[in-house]
């Protein structure tokens, strides 16, 4: 039997995950844990085989951090970074910090346990692109990756200043490319646009970048 451990904050969500474990014999419950933080300390205490790990847990604890801890320590566990985020890094971080798979939470049940044979098999299963976000008259596969990191440097910086400063370029650079956004999605304010943003979970920042409208 494979054992798994369910990481994950959301009633719901584990109860999804709980149900597909159960259904399936070759399958069991290790344990389900809403912090990512207590994930290593899990396995220390008990046998786990597959990880089924949030990005975003309680406490604001970091799937995907716990995720580069646990491969460290404990290789032979493979671990699946589940998500219902937009986030256009998650795939890449999860690749980075040793994940296995990568699947998104709105996905079929059947997806889910399809990715994790495949994964217990030895492959890598990882999406091919983020979901479509609507925003505004455009959608987040209208927005190029450029225009994409200036939304990013913008919700976690104090201005066009210190966006330019992250990204290496120009404030008048910053400017133009906001101005391409707006014009694209139809948002009177650059502070109407990030708020859409971080309210569709395109871009996740931590709280202590909470948007400051004085700053724009």
């Known amino acids: 039997m494979i054992r798994v451990l369910i990481v994950e904050d959301q009633k719901m969500a584990q109860e999804n995950m709980e149900a597909i474990i159960a259904a399936n014999e070759n399958y069991t419950l290790a344990g389900i844990i809403p912090n990512a933080a207590d994930a290593e300390l899990f396995c220390m205490r008990a046998p786990v085989d597959l990880i089924l790990m949030d990005v975003c847990t309680v406490r604001d604890e970091s799937g995907i951090d716990a995720t580069a801890v646990i491969k460290k320590k404990f290789p032979k566990i493979k671990i699946i970074i589940v998500t219902s985020m937009a986030e256009h890094t998650f795939i890449e971080k999860a690749k980075e910090a040793g994940a296995d798979s990568f699947w998104y939470k709105d ?82 304010t650059r502070m109407e646009l990030l708020i859409a943003v971080a309210q569709k979970n395109l871009i996740i920042v931590t709280p202590d970048k909470a948007l400051d409208e004085d700053n724009f």
């Open 107 to 188: 996905a079929s049940h059947g997806e889910l346990l399809s990715v994790m044979n495949q994964t217990m098999a030895g492959e890598h299963i990882f999406p091919d692109k983020t979901p479509e976000v609507k925003l505004g008259l455009s959608t987040s596969y209208e927005l190029t990756p450029y225009e994409l990191n200036v939304l990013r440097a913008l919700m976690q910086s104090t201005g066009d200043e210190d966006a330019a400063e992250m990204l290496g370029c120009s404030k008048a650079n910053i400017r133009w490319h906001i101005g391409k956004i707006l014009d694209k999605t139809g948002y009177r």
